[in-house]
Structure formats: C-alpha cells, structure tokens
C-alpha cells in the first residue's frame, strides 16, 4: 500500500528562506556599519590625534603608540555599533561581559608592562635624560643607549648592556652629570698632617690646569674640605664639558696626575692607620 511522505514544514521553501534573507539582511547590515563606522571613525581619530600630538611636540615613539591606540578602540566603537544596528544585542551583551572579564584578567597579569609602558612615556615627554647621556640610579650608572616605552637600555663602562625598567627609572632619583653644558669634576686627596697645605693646593691646580679636558672658567680649586684621622683632606675641582670629555677618564686622569706629582714632590699621602698603645704581662704560676 502506497502511503504519502509528509513534508516537514521546517523543510518548506516558504518558511526558510524568509529566515535566509533576513540572516543575510542582518549579516550584511553589520558589516556595513562595522565598515562605515571604523573607517570614519579611523580617519578622523588618527588625524585629530596624530595633529594634536605633533602640534604639543611630543615625541614620534607616544604619538605612535597614541594612533595604535585610537586604532584599536575605533575598531571596538565600530564593533559595538555594528552589532546594535544589526539587532546583535544578546550576541553584544555576551561580548562586553566577557569583554569586561577579560580585561580584568590581563589588567592583573601586566600590572607591571603597564607601569612601565605609561613610566616609559613620561620619560619620553619630561626628558630627564636623552640618548647618549651618563646617568646614575640607585646601585646602577651607565650610558643610555636607547630609550623604549617599556624599558630602557643602559651601557655600563665595563661595555655591558642593562635593561632597565622604565618604572625603576620613574620611581627612584635619576641623577644626569651631564644635563648641562658644564660639570664639575672632584677627588679627594689626602695629605699628612706635617706636609705644606699651601704646597700640596699649588701641585693639585698645576696637575688640574694642565689636563686638556679643564675649563679656564671655573678655575680649578683645591680647598680643605676636611681634617681626618691620619690626613688633611683636600679637594681637587676643575670643570669639563662633559659633551666634549668623559667625566671618569678626566678624572681618572686626574688622580693619576696628582698622586705622580705628590710622589716627585715628596708629599705624604697617608692611608688610614689605627696604633694601638699599652703593655702585655706574661706571669707564671707554680
């Protein structure tokens, strides 16, 4: 006995393609306000932002970073946009809360990139420092090489190169010998206490002014700056010009200088010494 297929009205023409066009009407309405909002919004943000920059004169490295920046949320605000046009807002509401979580997430996780990358662009703006400059930080000093947003690269005189956060940078005192168009060089220089002061001041200024790296203007100088246990300390100042010379091999140069003088001129260079005083008993017992 022959018996009828029944058709399955999910399987009728009349009822799946409305859904197919309208899917395709959704699907296409999305991507063209996805596309019109991100391109509109990329053109205008980039160009406002990249201009505002430039004209305040920041440096090339956070004007970059700045446009990457406006990038990314122009495609985010487009996103959004498109999917509240298109009728996506089950599909938007699960996007931002698992948006938001992960955000949370790799907030905690790069806690540390971000300081260093928001110290790296405080540095870049404030310029407390520049490439090629000598700085010192806490236990460190050294020749800055390249200044990044996260870190910066420092070489030491021994010709190693350290990678300093930019956040140490930014949370400790950065002392820069070489920020102006001067700096002083000094050295202490001990004498004995029966040495002529008047004698040994005449050889430290005669070593001082005879170095090439010396500015006549501020003439060296070489006061008493202390009276120690075993010596009569006096300062060696002269002043360089630290774009020209280096302020360790000037004075290098300088201590070597002074200490050949002293020894030609028989002056005493004492090192400290403790003398110890009294008598010691020896006694026999039966």
């Known amino acids: ?26 699907i296409a309405t999305f991507l063209v306000a996805f596309v019109v909002v991100y391109s509109l919004g990329k053109l205008m943000g980039v160009r406002l932002v990249r201009s505002g920059l430039e004209r305040r004169g920041y440096e090339p490295a956070i004007v970059n970073t700045a446009v990457r920046v406006t990038v990314i949320v122009a495609a985010a605000v487009a996103l959004a946009l498109g999917a509240t046009i298109a009728g996506f807002g089950v599909v938007l509401s699960a996007f931002a809360i698992f948006g938001g979580a992960l ?8 806690q540390n990139l971000i300081a260093n990358f928001v110290a790296g662009i405080f540095i870049l703006q404030d310029k407390p420092f520049s490439i090629g400059d000598w700085i010192m930080w806490d236990d460190g000093e050294g020749r800055v090489r390249d200044i ?32 102006n168009d001067r700096v002083r ?18 050889v430290i200024l ?81």
């Open 103 to 110: 955000a949370l997430a790799v907030g905690f996780a790069t």
């Open 1 to 26: 006995m022959f018996v009828p297929l029944e058709v399955d009205e999910a399987l009728d023409p009349e009822t799946y393609v409305p859904l197919a066009v309208d899917a395709a009407i959704t």
């Open 148 to 179: 990044k947003l996260r870190v910066t690269k420092v070489e030491t005189f021994d010709n190693e190169l350290v990678t300093v956060p930019n956040a140490d940078l930014a949370d400790s005192p950065v002392t820069n010998p070489v920020a």
């Open 206 to 286: 005669d070593e001082a002014r005879s170095l090439d790296a010396t500015l006549e203007a501020p003439a060296p100088s070489a006061p008493v700056v202390d009276l120690g246990d075993s010596a009569v300390v006096l300062s060696g100042r002269l002043w360089i010009d630290p774009t020209e010379h280096g302020y360790k091999p000037t004075q290098f140069a300088f201590v070597e200088a002074v200490k050949k003088r002293f020894d030609a001129e028989g002056i005493d260079m004492p090192y400290h010494n403790t003398e110890l005083s009294g008598a010691i008993s020896v006694e026999q017992t039966a």
């Open 185 to 202: 060089v000094r050295y202490d220089f001990g004498i004995g206490y029966d040495d002529d002061i008047d004698h040994a001041r005449e």
